[in-house]
C-alpha cells in the first residue's frame, strides 16, 4: 500500500497543502501569512509561516508525512536548457550550462538538474532539462522549516521550476503544424511556451502574474478633476480585476473611478511583460514562425476582462479564441502536483542528514529509556522466578557449568571480533579521500576556451584517488595549424584543483562540418579527508 504523502507550496503570502493517496490528491487546506510578516518571512527563517503550516497539519490529520515543497524564494533559480544530444552526453552539457547560467557562485550553493525528455517530433529532436538551483541558506531554510513542523522533507524545489516542467508538458501535447505561443498567467508564477510542428522552441518565467496586477490596483489612484486619492482594499481590488480586467479609459468601474483612472498603474507591467516576451521571441523564435504564430492564454489571466486580447495586439500574435481565453485554469498548487515528480531536488543532503541523525538521537534516547523500564520490570520478574527454583539451580553439575562458561567466552570473542570489523569499516569510510566536485566542474568550464567542446564528464575513483575522465573535440579552426591541445592541458594542471592531468586517446575526426581532434583527459583531483568537511560545516 502507498503511504500518503503531502504537497507544500508556499508563496509569500500563503502556505497550501494537498494530501496525496496513490497519486491523486485526496484533501487540501490554505492558510495565510501574516500580511506584517510577509515581508520579512525569510529573513526570519520562515517562523511567520509556521502556524499556518502547523495548522494545516491538523486539518489534513498528516503528522510526519513525506513531503514535497515548491517554495517562492528571492534567490531561487530555474530555466529551461536544451540541445540537440541526447542521454549521458546531455547531461553532462546540461549541468555544464548551469555553472555558467546561475546567477550566483555555485560552489556555496544547492544546485540540480533535471532531464525531461526529448520533442515529441519524429526527427531533428532535442532534449530538455530543467536547471534550478539556490543558496545554501535559503534551501537550508527550507528543510528546516519543515523539519520544525514534524514532517519528512523528500524533494523540495523552486515554484518557478514546477511551472516550466508544466509548459514543457502542455507544449508536448499541441500537435498542429501553426507555430503556438502560450501564455500561463498564474497567481504567483507565470511561464511563456513557443512550439512548432513538435518541436519546443522556447519555456521560460515571465514577471506577469496575476497578484502583481491586484498589487499594483492597491496602489494610490489619482482621480477627478481634484486628484483626489483613491486606495482600494484587497476585495475591491479583486472585484474590479474580475469584473472590469484591464479597462477602457472611459469604462466605469467604481463610484467616482473611471478607466483612465486605473490604467496608470496597469500599463506599466503590461508594457514591461511585452517588451520582455518580445525579447525573448526575438532570440529564440525565427521571425516567420512568429509571423504565423497564433497565441494561447491560460491560468488565472486567462479570466481577467480584455487582457489575451491586449497581449494578442501588442505582441502582433493572432489570438487563439479557441484557447484563448480557456476555462481550464490550472491553479499554481494544481502545477505544482502535476510537475513536481519531473524537477530538480533542491534539499540540501548534509542538512537533511543532519536532521536525520538529530531525530535518531532522539529516537535512542527515548528507546533507552524505555528499555530500561522494560529491563527494570524484568529483572524484578526474573528474581521472583528464581526463588522459585533455586533447587533446581543448584542441582546443575560442574561440566554443565563448564560447558556454559566456554560458551559464553566464544560469544564475547565472537562480539569484539565483530565489533573490530565494523569499526574498521567505519574508519576506512570516515578516512576516505573527498573532493569538491562542484569548484571542480565549475574551473573546468573557465578554463575551457571556445574552439574545445566537451561531450562527455564522468567521474571515478580508484585506489590512486579521485579523477575526473573528459571526453571532448579540439576543432581546427585554422588549417594550417592543428589544434593546440597541450596548452588546454597545462591550464588545468596550472589549476589547485587539479593534481595532474593524463592524455588518453586521441584521434583525428570530423565535428560540424570542421576537422576537429578527438580526445579523452583524466584530471586527477586534490583531496581532503572528509574531517575537514565536517569541521568546515560546523563552523558555517
Not at 502574474?209 to 481590488?237: F, H, N
Not at 571556445?450 to 585506489?463: H, K, V
Amino acid at each position: 500500500m502507498k503511504k500518503k504523502q503531502l504537497a507544500i507550496l508556499l508563496s509569500p503570502r500563503s502556505v497550501e497543502a494537498a494530501l496525496i493517496d496513490s497519486d491523486h490528491p485526496v484533501s487540501r487546506a490554505a492558510e495565510p501569512i501574516p500580511t506584517n510578516d510577509q515581508p520579512t518571512m525569510w529573513d526570519s527563517a520562515l517562523t511567520p509561516a509556521d502556524a499556518p503550516l502547523e495548522s494545516i497539519i491538523k486539518q489534513l490529520d498528516c503528522a510526519g508525512a513525506q513531503t514535497t515543497v515548491a517554495y517562492h524564494s528571492p534567490t531561487a533559480f530555474s530555466e529551461v536548457f536544451n540541445c540537440s544530444t541526447q542521454g549521458a552526453t546531455f547531461a553532462s552539457a546540461a549541468r555544464l550550462a548551469m555553472l555558467d547560467r546561475v546567477p550566483f557562485d555555485v560552489v556555496n550553493a544547492q544546485q540540480s538538474v533535471a532531464v525531461w525528455g526529448e520533442d515529441p517530433a519524429h526527427q531533428d529532436k532535442r532534449s530538455h532539462a530543467i536547471i534550478a538551483a539556490d543558496t545554501l541558506q535559503t534551501s537550508t531554510t527550507v528543510a528546516s522549516w519543515i523539519d520544525r513542523a514534524g514532517l519528512n522533507l523528500s524533494h523540495a524545489t523552486p515554484v518557478d521550476a514546477t511551472a516550466l516542467a508544466w509548459m514543457l508538458d502542455q507544449l508536448a501535447k499541441i500537435n498542429s503544424l501553426t507555430p503556438t505561443a502560450c501564455i500561463h498567467i498564474g497567481d504567483e508564477c507565470s511561464v511563456l511556451g513557443f512550439v512548432r510542428d513538435n518541436h519546443i522552441l522556447l519555456a521560460r518565467r515571465v514577471g506577469l502574474t496575476q497578484t502583481a496586477l491586484l498589487d499594483a490596483l492597491r496602489r494610490p489612484i489619482m482621480s477627478g478633476d481634484d486628484a483626489s486619492q483613491t486606495l482600494l482594499d484587497d476585495q475591491a481590488a479583486q472585484d474590479i480585476l474580475a469584473n472590469h480586467g484591464i479597462p477602457a479609459p472611459k469604462d466605469a468601474i467604481a463610484e467616482n473611478l473611471m478607466g483612465r483612472d486605473v490604467l496608470p498603474l496597469l500599463q506599466p507591467l503590461l508594457q514591461r511583460f511585452v517588451v520582455e516576451t518580445r525579447q525573448l521571441f526575438r532570440f529564440g523564435v525565427d521571425p516567420e514562425l512568429r509571423a504565423n504564430a497564433v497565441l494561447r492564454v491560460t491560468g488565472a489571466g486567462a479570466q481577467i476582462p480584455n487582457l489575451a486580447h491586449i497581449l494578442a495586439e501588442h505582441l502582433e500574435i493572432t489570438l487563439d479564441e479557441h484557447h484563448g481565453a480557456s476555462k481550464e485554469q490550472a491553479a499554481d498548487l494544481d502545477i505544482c502536483l502535476h510537475a513536481w515528480q519531473a524537477t530538480p531536488n533542491t534539499a540540501p543532503p548534509q542538512t537533511l542528514a543532519r536532521i536525520q541523525r538529530s531525530r535518531f538521537k532522539s529516537a535512542l534516547l527515548a528507546g533507552s529509556i524505555l528499555a530500561a523500564v522494560i529491563t527494570s520490570i524484568d529483572a524484578g520478574l526474573t528474581i521472583a522466578s528464581t526463588n522459585n527454583v533455586s533447587a533446581d539451580a543448584n542441582a546443575i553439575s560442574d561440566k554443565a557449568s563448564s560447558a556454559e562458561s566456554l560458551l559464553h567466552k566464544k560469544q564475547q570473542a565472537q562480539t569484539s571480533r565483530n565489533s573490530i570489523d565494523a569499526l574498521r569499516k567505519a574508519a576506512i569510510e570516515h578516512l576516505s579521500p573527498q573532493a569538491d566536485f562542484p569548484a571542480v566542474l565549475k574551473e573546468v568550464n573557465t578554463l575551457t576556451p571556445e574552439w574545445i567542446r566537451l561531450s562527455n564528464i564522468t567521474s571515478t575513483r580508484s585506489d590512486e584517488g579521485l579523477s575526473l575522465r573528459i571526453d571532448g573535440h579540439a576543432l581546427q579552426n585554422d588549417p594550417a595549424h592543428p589544434p593546440q591541445i597541450e596548452h588546454y592541458i597545462d591550464a588545468i594542471k596550472a589549476s589547485p584543483l587539479i593534481s595532474d592531468v593524463t592524455l588518453g586517446a586521441t584521434q583525428a575526426t570530423m565535428l560540424d562540418r570542421n576537422e576537429a581532434l578527438r580526445f579523452s583527459l583524466e584530471l586527477h583531483i586534490v583531496s581532503y579527508p572528509p574531517t575537514l568537511s565536517a569541521a568546515w560545516e560546523d563552523a558555517q
